[in-house]
């Protein structure tokens, strides 16, 4: 068993922040990596000598994050080596460029998986998104036709069907969102057309995978264009998208 870390003289909020970093250092190092089960409670108290609810409450706030799993019955797994707000921090901080490459690779799979797997109320979703989006104009209440152009976008990638998949997008969502918002408002960039969003649509109602992902890439594509030197945009951008996403959210 690994050498004991005493903690028990701290107060209790400080116990489980300590608590906290000695898992979240475990699993960063890989003495506990992605997919093993990690020492139960009992062991976890005796390890950090602390008491079991201090163990409970620290294993309570890594499940939230994102970085372990609790399997009733079964014990508690590592997920992922980093808390996913870190990741989204660290992704909020980089070019436009970067962002619509990202969003581009979610949208081509999403679309691709789509086109395979849709069902007929997954049809019917992406057509009552795709309708409401095409009904708001840009120029009248931008806040209102990025969120209803989101809603379209979100409703592929759940026609998916994948369950890794369709979480980390919604995730990423928003960011994809404000990025859009600088992209129309702060850089002049022209909105996608909704022609490119119906061949999209079409292409996933006939179950035609390859056309699908061309149509996917065609909507973003004039987008990274637009940033050919993304990388100067860096954070200043993400300050802009931030600062102008705040605005719009406070019209709305």
């Known amino acids: 068993m690994t050498a004991p870390i005493s903690l028990s003289r701290l107060p209790r909020p400080s116990l489980v922040d300590a608590a906290l970093a000695a898992m979240r250092e475990r699993i960063a190092s ?21 008491g079991r609810n201090t163990v409970r409450e620290a294993v309570r706030v890594l499940s939230h994050a994102g970085m372990i799993e609790v399997r009733q019955g079964d014990g508690t797994y590592v997920r992922a080596l980093h808390e996913p707000a870190t990741i989204m921090a660290q992704v909020s901080h980089t070019s436009l460029r970067d962002h619509f490459e990202l969003r581009v690779m979610l949208e081509t799979e999403s679309a691709r998986l789509a086109a395979l797997r849709r069902t007929a109320r997954d049809i019917r979703r992406m057509g009552a998104a795709l309708k409401a989006r095409g009904e708001r104009s840009s120029s009248s209440d931008l806040a209102r036709f990025l969120d209803l152009d989101a809603s379209f976008h979100l409703a592929v990638a759940e026609a998916s069907h994948n369950d ?68 100067s945009l860096g954070t200043a951008a993400a300050r802009s998208v931030r600062k102008r996403a705040a605005q719009e959210r406070h019209k709305a």
């Open 164 to 231: 890794a998949l369709i979480p980390l997008y919604r995730y990423f969502l928003d960011a994809a969102r404000e990025a859009a918002l600088s992209a129309l408002v702060e850089h002049g960039v022209t909105e996608p057309k909704l022609e490119l969003h119906e061949r999209l649509f079409q292409a996933i109602e006939a179950g035609d995978a390859p056309r699908a992902v061309r149509a996917a890439r065609a909507i973003l594509q004039p987008l990274i264009a637009a940033f050919t030197d993304g990388k």
């Open 30 to 50: 890989g003495d506990w990596p992605v997919g093993q089960r990690i020492p139960k409670e009992t062991e976890l108290a005796e390890m950090l000598q602390i």
